[in-house]
């Protein structure tokens, strides 16, 4: 497609189960990120991919979440044991390499937490 | 660190007046700026950035903003605006000389443009 796609679009879930995410980036977006939106907030910065590797995880909260891109494109963030404070939307975004470029957003995956 | 402040959290503005949404930052080099603008329940579009050179950039739907590195601001501007300008605004700067690559936003600032 011609932009970055999140699946699900909503996502209800109770507390405690495991919850996977899934971006599909920008054809040809080596880099890759995902942020957290709670409401009434900016998005806040939670991993980036350059390639396959996780250059910067230091937005993750706790080792509840992990993310992968195991081919270099599309990637899923994962939460374990869901907590009804991770309920947010889940931004994705991609940009064309390491440079300046502005980063191309998804429309969100909305989680809730029960 | 880098960091954002919006600091105000809604701007109401008459349709066809000049709109203003501020932004400072903070970043130990020099910054990469951008403006984003969100509607409700959809993703964040982009709408201008500041790499280098001229200090007044010029971006989609005539939107501006005026790079002040004295005062670290980066403000948002346009002339005239219109009902459907009404959104979500957001501010985020990157640090060139930092390790970091992702971008920083502030907190946003609804804009309403008033009929």
């Known amino acids: 497609g011609a932009g970055v796609s999140q699946t699900p679009s909503n996502k209800v879930t109770e507390k405690g189960k495991y919850v996977e995410l899934r971006c599909d980036p920008i054809?040809?977006?080596?880099?890759l990120y995902w942020y957290r939106q709670s409401l009434g907030q900016g998005p806040e910065f939670l991993i980036y991919?350059?390639?396959?590797?996780?250059?910067?995880d230091s937005g993750l909260p706790n080792d509840r979440f992990f993310a992968v891109r195991p081919e270099g494109s599309v990637s899923t963030l994962k939460i374990q044991r869901t907590e009804r404070g991770d309920s947010a939307v889940y931004l994705c975004?991609?940009?064309?390499?390491?440079?300046?470029?502005?980063?191309?957003f998804g429309e969100g995956s909305r989680l809730t937490v029960l | 660190a880098q960091s954002v402040a919006q600091p105000e959290d809604q701007v109401n503005v008459a349709e066809g007046n000049p709109l203003t949404v501020k932004c400072t930052y903070s970043?130990?080099?020099?910054?990469?700026l951008f403006w984003y603008v969100q509607y409700p329940n959809r993703g964040l579009q982009f709408l201008l950035k500041?790499?280098?050179?001229?200090?007044l950039v010029k971006g989609s739907y005539g939107f501006e903003a005026e790079f002040n590195k004295s005062q670290t601001s980066f403000h948002l501007k346009k002339p005239s605006a219109l009902v459907s300008d009404s959104a979500l605004y957001f501010c985020?700067?990157?640090?060139?000389?930092?390790?970091?690559?992702?971008?920083?936003f502030g907190s946003g600032t609804q804009l309403t443009v008033l009929p």
């Open positions: 054809s040809g977006h080596t880099a």
């Open positions: 975004a991609s940009s064309a390499g390491q440079g300046p470029g502005e980063l191309f």
């Open positions: 970043v130990s080099g020099n910054p990469y």
């Open positions: 985020a700067v990157r640090d060139y000389q930092g390790s970091a690559r992702q971008l920083t």
């Open positions: 500041y790499i280098t050179g001229d200090n």
């Open positions: 991919f350059q390639g396959t590797g996780a250059a910067d």
